[in-house]
Structure formats: C-alpha cells, structure tokens
Nanobody, 130 residues
C-alpha cells in the first residue's frame, strides 16, 4: 500500500526553523517527483516546493524562495522540507505529495496545478507564532 507520512511539524517562533520529513512506503522515490503543499485556514491549498526525481530540478513558490529547501534521500526513501526564517504567514498544514515520473510532468506545473498530484500525505501542522 502506497503511503506518504509527514512528520516534523510543530510550533516555532518567527525567524525560527523546522525540517519536515516525508517517509514514503509502498513505492520508491526514484520514480516519483515529490512536492510539498500547504493550506492555511480559509485559503486554498498551494504548492510550496517540488523536486524532480529525473534531474533534481526544483521549483519554489515566490513566497518561500531563499528560505525553504526541498530535498530527497532515496536511500532512506524520504523527502524533506527545510524551512528557515519562518514567518507567521507560513502557518499552515503542510502536505507531502508524489507524482509519477513517467507522466513527464515537470516541477513547475506539479507545484502550481494541484490536481496533477497522484498521491497525498495526511499533513502536518506548522504554526509560527510568538
């Protein structure tokens, strides 16, 4: 059974850092592009960062460029989202996603058209507050 399980969320002060993890089971990250989406209360779900398993190319939403970094460790079958310089507006539930590489969809559309995603995790809450 294919699963994505996020962890690492929590409460952090503005300016702080968190690293989210996404453990994949039932499939290999070698064959999937990985993305992180988030949804704040009252707002639409948006793509934050995506990475290609084909060439390692990445896409970041403008709001997180220079602060967030997406990566994968295929040996551990785990993806990460390193978040630095957190702001209150980063408060949201963060979701790990996967998209089959054979579909030949690059990271930008994967991150900007959420209907393209094949699989979703259950989400982890990130709260940025003093």
């Amino acid at each position: 059974q294919l699963q994505l399980v996020e962890s690492g969320g929590g409460l952090v002060q503005p300016g702080g850092s968190l690293r989210l993890s996404c453990a994949a089971s039932g499939f290999s990250l070698d064959y999937y592009n990985i993305g992180w989406f988030r949804q704040a209360p009252g707002k639409e779900r948006e793509g934050v960062a995506c990475i290609s398993s084909n060439d390692g190319s990445t896409y970041y939403a403008d709001s997180v460029v220079g602060r967030f970094a997406i990566s994968t460790d295929n040996a551990k079958n785990t993806a990460y989202l390193q978040m630095n310089g957190l702001k209150p507006e980063d408060t949201a539930v963060y979701y790990c996603t996967a998209l089959k590489r054979v579909r030949n969809i690059t990271v930008r559309p994967m991150c900007t058209v959420r209907e393209l995603v094949d699989y979703w995790g259950q989400g982890t809450q990130v709260t940025v507050s003093s």
